[in-house]
């Protein structure tokens, strides 16, 4: 039985985890950790900082809050050796290394996207990619998003890089000399890899990455519809999660 308990257990992937984790026959979620009330409990307990957890009730930590949030879910993780998943994202570089200080301490899976078909998705590019000529990358997201290009954008377009340049392909030169508007090609994601950001009310998370050679393209689109989709990836990081200290980036490798 692996107890759990929940950073950012009142918010909006918080609740879906609590009730996605606690359905699992060998996952006990034991508490929800926010600075606010959350809506259920499902039976675990409430706490408003990590500081109110005890640490031999808990055997892994999961991190769906703000960066703040989980600096101090490191912390307290390293200080204790209490496993921790870290799903936040958006942290900046000195919070990033922060939390790889601590996985000097304890074992910690970090990844900025959960969902088993984006990590599908950039094998099945990076697969791909030695065999077309050009490759671009749109990816869409609701309106509320605050940065752009997208996390996954610019780790797909950094595995097609890779696979590219494993191949013996030289970087993309983009043909496009004259612009009209500045930025209607999208960014350089990685060696010319070029991604385009769509914001728009209605949208969840959706990636297509498309493909073009001689007379023929193939795209691979990938849709977030609901934030379903990030528990079966946590819930396989929670299963694979030991107690040896070290930092696992991303669940690629935690994906058979
Ligand atoms: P949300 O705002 O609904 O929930 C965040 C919760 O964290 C809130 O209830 C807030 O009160 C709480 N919180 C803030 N600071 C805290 C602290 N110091 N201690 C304890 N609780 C604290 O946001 P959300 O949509 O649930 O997303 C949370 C995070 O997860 C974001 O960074 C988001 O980008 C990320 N996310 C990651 C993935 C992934 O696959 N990695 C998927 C979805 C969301």
Known sequence: MKRIAIVGGAGRMGQ??????????DFAV?????????????GASHVTSVDGLEPASVDVVVDFSTPEG?????????EHAVALVIGTTGLSEDERSEVQRC?????IVMATNFSLGVVLQQRFAAMAAPYFDRVEIIELHHDRKVDAPSGTSLTTARAIAEARRGAGLAPL?????RHSIEGTRGGDGADGVRIHS????????????LFGGPGEGLTIRHDSFDRL???QGVVLAVHAIGTTPGLTEGIDSLVP
Not at 103 to 107: F, K, N, V
Not at 198 to 209: A, M
Request: glycine share 8%; with cysteine; proline share 5%.
């Open 30 to 42: 034991v508490a929800l950790v926010d600075v606010t009330a959350p809506a259920e409990l499902a």
């Open 16 to 25: 879906v985890l609590s009730a996605g984790l606690g359905a699992v026959a």
């Open 70 to 78: 989980a600096v101090a879910s490191a912390r307290w993780c390293a």
């Open 173 to 177: 030169v983009d043909p496009t000399s």
């Open 229 to 231: 989709s990030f528990v």
């Open 103 to 107: 996985a000097g301490s304890t074992a």
């Open 198 to 209: 769509v914001r728009l009310p209605g949208l969840v998370s959706h990636q297509e990455v």
